[in-house]
């Protein structure tokens, strides 16, 4: 049965500042995800705490913020059969020292907090999170 998806995926200030971009949205397309929509921008901290609250509690969160405020991203929505899991099974593991030969994370990660990516990880978060971004 079809299930086609949406999927919420941001290249992150690492991966824009060393222009992988291009790079990247290649890796998407050729493992057959549609995109839908992108747009380049500049978060304020404060939206980035916003986009992030779900790890609010997290020892991490404050410099998750900074960082993903810190220099221009490049949002977009993947479609898919399945494009949750696709986008996170390419992304790879959330710390780039685990992911596997192939992935994104893999290929271009500096560290857990530079990994070059973001990808939604449930339906209801990638409507969440396609909703903060391209809602007219
Ligand atoms: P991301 O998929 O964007 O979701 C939250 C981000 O927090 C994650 O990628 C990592 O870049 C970052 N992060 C930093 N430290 C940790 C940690 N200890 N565990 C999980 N994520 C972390």
């Given at each position: 049965m079809s299930n086609l998806q949406q999927t919420l995926s941001i290249i992150k200030p690492d991966a824009v500042e060393r222009n992988l971009d291009k790079e990247i949205k290649g890796m998407f397309k050729s493992k057959?995800?549609?995109?839908l929509k992108e747009k380049k921008i500049q978060l304020e901290k404060s939206e980035a705490e916003k986009f992030y609250k779900v790890h609010?509690?997290?020892?991490f969160y404050n410099d998750l913020c900074a960082y993903l405020s810190s220099g221009p991203i490049i949002v977009m929505i993947l479609e898919k059969e399945n494009a949750i899991i696709a986008n996170r099974e390419l992304m790879g593991s959330t710390n780039p020292k685990d992911a596997k030969e192939g992935t994104i994370r893999k290929k271009y990660g500096i560290s857990i907090d530079k990994n070059s990516v973001h990808g939604s990880d449930s339906i209801d978060n990638a409507k969440i999170e396609i909703d903060f971004f391209f809602k007219d």
């Open positions: 057959g995800f549609l995109i609010e509690t997290k020892p």
